[in-house]
Nanobody, 124 residues
Framework: EVQLVESGGGLVQAGGSLRLSCAAS????????IGWFRQAPGKEREGVAC????????YYADSVKGRFTISSDNAKNTVYLQMNSLKPEDTAVYYC?????????????????WGQGTQVAVSS
């Protein structure tokens, strides 16, 4: 059974940090690019970051560049999202997704698998 399980969310004050984890199982981890997304109440889903398999290239939304870092621990089949300098507008449910390719997809509609999400709340 394919599973992507997010963890690490919580409540933090503005300026604080959180590290989210996305643990994958049931598929060959090295064959999939992994991305992070978020969705705030009343807003559309937004792609946050992605890490490719071909060369470990990373991609970020402009809204998080310089504050968030995506990384992968292949031995643990886990992808992380380190979030620093958090802002109230980062409040959302964060999801990870898997795309069967060694490169990140052109948009989030291409992802094959999704996790259930983890809530991040940033207070001002």
């Amino acid at each position: 059974e394919v599973q992507l399980v997010e963890s690490g969310g919580g409540l933090v004050q503005a300026g604080g940090s959180l590290r989210l984890s996305c643990a994958a199982s049931g598929f060959t981890f090295d064959d999939y690019a992994i991305g992070w997304f978020r969705q705030a109440p009343g807003k559309e889903r937004e792609g946050v970051a992605c890490i490719s398999r071909s060369d470990g290239s990373t991609y970020y939304a402009d809204s998080v560049k310089g504050r968030f870092t995506i990384s992968s621990d292949n031995a643990k089949n886990t992808v992380y999202l380190q979030m620093n300098s958090l802002k109230p507008e980062d409040t959302a449910v964060y999801y990870c997704g898997g795309y069967y390719s060694d490169s990140c997809p052109p948009d989030d509609g291409w992802y094959d698998y999704w996790g259930q999400g983890t809530q991040v709340a940033v207070s001002s």
